[in-house]
Each structure stands twice: as C-alpha cells, then as structure tokens.
C-alpha cells in the first residue's frame, strides 16, 4: 500500500507524505478482477457467451482453491489457458497457478508461470499498454523475482526486479523491489549495496495532486521531505525534522534520515495506532477521521525568506474486513457446523468513536443453490439468442438473522476496532419452516453462510465498499458419549465376527496374564469360549482353546464338549479336562 503524495509546495523545498505496508509477496487476485476493463470495439454475441463461460469457469476454479479442492481447481485454470490465448482470462488463470505453486514453495513451476506472463505482456515500443495488463506485467515481474528469490537464486533475481523499478516507478511494486534487492544483496554479504537498496524503500510514492491523501490506522507513517538544502544542512550536523499534528489531539517531532542515491531528500517516519492522543511518545495515537498535518520549516527559500512552514496532510482511514473465525478468535474458518456456534469478526477502526465498547449490528443469511431452470421464464419467453448459462448459480436465501459484534478489548478504555459477535447454527428439521430473525441461523447440509458489510471510509476512495465473507456448511457433529450396538443378523458373518471377538479376547487376557492379573485373564478366557461355539474356523477355534489354558489359573480348560457352527456341524471331544489340549479329537 502506497500512500499518495500531497501536492508541491514550492519548487525548492517540497514535503511529500506516504505509507508504506510491504504486502505478502503474493498479491491478492482481486486487484486483477477489480481493475478489469472491456475492449472498446464490439464484438458479437457468441463471442460474448463464450468469454462469459470462461469467466464462470475461471470464477468456479477460483472457487475451488479457496475450498482447497486445488487437483480440480488447477485442471479448470489449465482449461481456461487452453481455450482462451491471449486473452486476459487466460493470462489471469496463469498468475493464479502461479502463486499456488509459490505458496507450496515449487518455485521451478511457478517460475515458469511467471516468466511466461512477463514475454506475453511486456509493452511494445510505441504503443500504450491496458491498464489490466500492465498491472499485471508488474506483478508478474515481481512475482518472477520472488520466485528466485524464494528458490534462494539471489543473483537471478536482480534484472528482473530492476526491470520492475524501471516500468513501474511511482507505484507500490518499485518499493517492493527496492526492499527484495536489498535483501538478496543482504543474503549475498553485499553489505552497503543492501543498505542502499532497503534505504530506497518507500520513496516511490504516486503524484496525486490536489488530493487530500490517506493513511491506513495501524501502518508507519512515513514524509518525505525534499529541500535543495539538504546537503548543506547534513555537513552542518543540523537535523532536519518535522513537526505531525493529529486532529484528535497527538504531536510529535520526527527526524529525517538521509537516502541512497537522493542527495536532497529525506526520510522521516513514525508508528501509528488506534487510541487517546499520548504527545511525545514517539507513536503517532490516532483515530477514525483525524486528520495528520506534518509541517516542516524551511530556513532558505529562493527568495531569501527564513523559516517558511511547508506543509502536507493526510486522513486518517481504516479499511474494514469482516470473516468467519474459530474460537481462537484469529484462524480463519473454512467449514461451519449446524447445532455448534459459529465466530463473526470485523475489523473496522473508524467505527471506535468512543472509549467504550461499540456496537454494530449486522446481518447473516444462511443460502442454498437451486437450479437455474426452477427460477427461469415460461417457455414461451425463451430467448434463443439468451446469454443466461443453464449452469448459472442461484441462490436462495434459506433463513437470516441479525448479529451484534461487540468491541473487544482490556482495560477501562476499548480502543482496537474489532468486533466479535456468535452465531448459533441449528439444523433444519424436517418439514419446519424456518423463523427470520429468531436469534437461530437455521441450515442445512451445503448451505452456505454469508454477510457483507458496507465500509463508508476506506483506503480505496469515497465511494462505499463491501467487505463480504462466505463459508460452508457441514454436516452436524455430536460431540456427546454415545454408545452404538451392531447386531449381524447373517449366519456366516455373526460366525466369523464371533471367531473375531474371541481372539481379541484371548490377547486381552494374555495381556492380564502377563500383568499378574489372574481373576481377569480368567475371565477373558472364559468370554473367548463362549464366542468360538459360533464360530466358523475349525482351526481358529483350536487356536483360541490352545491359546486359552495358560490364561487359567489352574491350567485347567473346564470343558468337555465344544459345539461348532451349523455351517460346520463338526464336534470336538476333550477326553479329559486336565490334559494337553492335544488330546482334542474329532468325532
């Protein structure tokens, strides 16, 4: 995330304000869905269907690796690459198997992924270039990079990410590979050429004119000022500093750092965090809607005048996220349970107005996929020429309910912008119609669980945007003791789950026997017995009468006739009781 820059002051001496956030190396998928545009000249009808389908069919595989389902998800992306060429679907499907690959650290097949996309969209002299495709021209040149990177290829990785600063400066991926640079030279031992890489982190930063900027509530805050007398003032030992003022009351003074290459800049920086103004503690405390002015003071200006105020300002915003969570409170969760309860959380900073607990209430629905021809027209509406796909996914709504997430938080004074509140999920039963509002999320099997929520002030602009979060529903789990009895009722499997049973029960002896529990092996013993006289193995039951003399105390087996299945009426006759079971025979 790049903070934008606040317009030019004067020409000598220029204060520039920013945030720096270094995103996980693999970007979200949605910056490419967010920013992809139609090509302005017409196209038919059937050419429009079928980029439809392999958008459903993008979408579907998309799908299918957020549940994980990552063999079937992969075969729909390579589907999608092989029917679609050139197009910007099929460029997007390769980033996707891409990332996948980088995230199971098999950066010899992501590598290719990337390296693929950097040939098919790199600009051609002269001609200006989609903004969809040069988005993701950069991000595949960074993605390439990090892919060397990971694969500890410290050296491969250096053109590519110079490439990225070349094409991309002025966004946040120059920044990101200014900090990847410094550390593989860092990881190389190059010691001051990583220090001069990491220190031009953060100094690429978007022009934006006149508009206010913002900052994200929780990311370093970071100035940049520009003076022509910089240099003098470093060999003079005078600090150059700053001055931030936070609306809701903050102030602190922050000092430049010098940076690489840039001999009339300077860096300063500062913590930010949500809570109650703390002057002069070094961490900027701030607030949903402050407002932060950094002013610094230039002592020569061009037209000989001392200690002219330069001044920028940004606004301080939080971009809310709400999601399904365990009750750890903090790992995300992929699969709900009917009759368990289930966690919503939302992070939002801008809705903590007060030092006490907030409230906001919000509302989830519980869906079910239906077919699309149950909700279609009549077939005398049917338009042949209809772009509507038979497969289309419809949903409807099943039962909803209005949750209150509450702010968490320690101590007198609340301040951290996350809300939790509990779901209870029952089952629907049978025939029953499920009540709305009841304080019961009523689903079933399959079911999916959703909530959006509305973010009135965001990092992304003006306009209200939805955070929106989906999980699926499982089947019930009881968690209580029960005990289950299984009754075979079939002649040959009740003989052979007898002869079964009788062995488990002669080893269970044996292992009292061996713990000098006599009166239990005993009894074991006798147990085993009992369950061969149904058994259907001759040789098993000779096995377990062997095996089951030791298991006595008196070395006695205490029987004079053994009755075997009537699949196999065959009688065995101990002559005696006291003797080797050798003496056993057949009659």
Same mark, same amino acid.
């Given at each position: ?71 079937? *998800? ?214 949903? *809607? ?140 049978? *025939? ?156």
């Amino acid at each position: 995330m790049t903070m934008k820059r606040s317009s030019f002051v004067n020409i000598n001496s220029t204060l520039i304000l920013l945030a720096l956030c270094l995103a996980t190396p693999v970007a979200s998928q949605a910056q490419g869905k967010d920013k992809a545009k139609k090509d302005a000249a017409p196209r038919s009808r059937a050419s429009s269907d079928i980029d439809r389908r392999a958008k459903h069919l993008y979408d579907k595989a998309m799908e299918l690796m957020d549940y994980k389902q990552y063999e079937r *998800g992969l075969a729909m992306l390579n589907t999608v690459v092989r029917d679609n060429q050139g197009t910007t679907l099929a460029h997007m499907a390769h980033m996707s198997m891409g990332k996948h690959y980088l995230g199971l650290h098999k950066n010899k097949e992501a590598l290719s992924h990337f390296l693929l996309l950097t040939r098919l969209l790199a600009p051609v002299p002269g001609e200006e270039q989609a903004e969809t495709k040069q988005e993701l021209y950069h991000e595949a040149l960074f993605q390439a990079g990090f892919s060397q990177f990971q694969g500890g290829q410290y050296s491969a990785c250096f053109p590519l990410f110079r490439r990225l600063t070349e094409v991309a400066g002025k966004t946040k991926w120059a920044n990101k590979a200014y900090y990847y640079i410094g550390m593989s030279h860092y990881n190389l031992k190059n010691w001051n050429k990583a220090i001069d890489s990491l220190s031009l982190v953060g100094t690429e930063v978007e022009d934006a004119g006149e508009e206010l900027g913002r900052i994200e509530i929780g990311q370093r805050f970071y100035a940049k000022i520009e003076d022509a007398d910089v240099p003098v003032m470093r060999k003079l030992g005078q600090p150059i500093t700053a001055t931030i003022a936070v609306s809701s009351g903050d102030t602190e003074i922050i000092t430049g750092v010098p940076i690489a290459g840039k001999k009339h800049e300077m860096l300063a920086s500062a913590p930010t965090a949500l809570g109650d103004a703390k002057p002069g503690d070094g961490v900027l405390q701030m607030i949903g *809607g402050d407002t932060i002015t950094v002013t610094y003071l230039d002592d020569s200006t061009m037209d000989g005048k001392k200690g002219v105020p330069r001044t920028g300002k940004v606004r301080a915003v939080s971009t809310g996220t709400v999601g399904f969570y365990l009750g750890d409170y903090s790992t995300p969760a992929y699969i709900a349970y009917p009759g368990q309860p289930q966690v919503l959380m939302l992070r939002d900073a801008d809705l903590d107005k007060t030092p006490g607990a907030e409230k906001i209430t919000l509302t989830v629905t519980s869906r079910y996929k239906v077919e699309a021809q149950a909700n279609g027209e009549s077939a005398d509406a049917i338009d042949i020429f209809a772009l509507e796909d038979d497969e289309k996914e419809v949903w409807k709504v099943r039962d909803s309910i209005s949750v209150t997430l509450v702010e968490t938080g320690d101590g007198p004074e609340i301040r951290t912008g996350n809300f939790i509140g509990r779901i209870k999920l029952a089952p629907l039963e049978e *025939g029953v119609e499920p009540i709305m509002d009841d304080g019961v999320l009523h689903t079933n099997e399959l079911d999916e669980l959703r909530v959006t929520y509305t973010d009135e002030v965001h990092l992304y602009g003006d306009e209200p945007r939805e955070s929106e979060a989906t999980i699926k529903v499982s089947g019930s789990v009881n968690s209580g003791v029960s005990a289950d009895q299984y009754v075979v009722f079939d002649a040959l499997l009740k003989a052979r789950k007898s002869s079964v049973e009788a062995e488990a029960l002669t080893g269970l002896g044996g292992i009292y026997k061996d713990m000098g529990l006599d009166q239990r092996a005993a009894l074991r013993a006798k147990e085993a017995l009992a369950k061969i006289d149904q058994s259907s193995s001759i040789e098993q039951n000779f096995q377990v009468i062997w095996s089951k003399i030791p298991l006595n105390s008196n070395g006695k087996v205490n029987c004079s006739r053994l009755t075997l299945s009537p699949l196999q009426p065959h009688v065995w006759h101990l002559t005696d009781s006291t003797q080797n079971p050798s003496s056993l025979t057949k009659r």
